[in-house]
């Protein structure tokens, strides 16, 4: 596990150009647009993000707590060393990211898109993310613990090593090729080995 560099120095609200070693913990009703900026360092309580627009933002060692990210389009950015910790995500979307030490815990993320990201140790853990799509990903050092992937899709994207022993797998989408490796409990073979095309034996 990672830890963050944050150290701010003051309080502030999000209407400023430096975004550096600060710890945000108002809200704005005002809509604000974020533009070509660098995040680093900094921490974000109880911010409901719907009126902020983020497009080419870099984040850098930065905190999400219970904030509200639903429906946000994170495309083509990059996240170093972040953690979203009690958040909810539904609908986020993280399309041809990269990714390097990523925390989601205790996060509420249905529908999330990581399709296409480059993905370097990402955490996931207590977290809702059914109906969530991994779709030619290149994950390195992935851990999952107690998430549920209902309905997820997992294709193109290699799971070998990654341990869903924990999660809910259920109905969720792989391909075979996927599959190859990854980490399962006895009682999610019925999820996996459909896949295959074999079938059990009613016979005891």
């Known amino acids: 596990m990672f830890k963050l560099k944050t150290k701010y120095t003051e309080e502030d609200i999000l209407l ?16 604000i647009s974020i533009i070509d900026q660098k995040i680093d360092e900094c921490e974000f309580y109880n911010i409901d993000f719907t009126n902020i627009d983020l497009v080419r933002v870099d984040f850098i060692d930065t905190l999400f707590d219970n904030c509200v990210i ?12 972040c953690i979203f910790k009690n958040c909810k995500l539904v609908g986020t979307t993280f ?8 925390l989601i815990d205790n996060s509420v993320g249905s529908y999330m898109s990581f399709s296409g990201s480059k993905i370097k140790e990402l955490y996931i853990k207590d977290s809702k993310l059914d109906e969530s799509s991994f779709i030619e990903c290149e994950f390195n050092k992935i851990s999952f613990y107690n998430v549920d992937f209902t309905k997820s899709d997992f294709l193109n994207t290699s799971l070998k090593g990654i341990d869903f022993s924990t999660c809910n797998i259920s109905n969720c989408n792989f391909d075979i090729n996927s599959i190859k ?20 034996s009613s016979r005891l």
């Not at 639903?70 to 060393?81: G, H, Q, Y």
């Not at 490796?181 to 059990?200: A, E, H, Y």
């Open 181 to 200: 490796g990854m980490i399962i409990d006895r009682m999610q073979s019925d999820d996996v080995v459909n896949l295959l095309g074999i079938k059990f």
């Open 16 to 31: 400023n150009s430096d975004f550096t070693n600060k710890k945000y913990t108002l809200n704005s009703n005002e809509k």
């Open 95 to 102: 399309y041809d990211n990269s990714i390097n030490y990523l």
């Open 70 to 81: 639903t429906n946000k389009d994170f495309s083509n950015m990059s996240f170093t060393r």
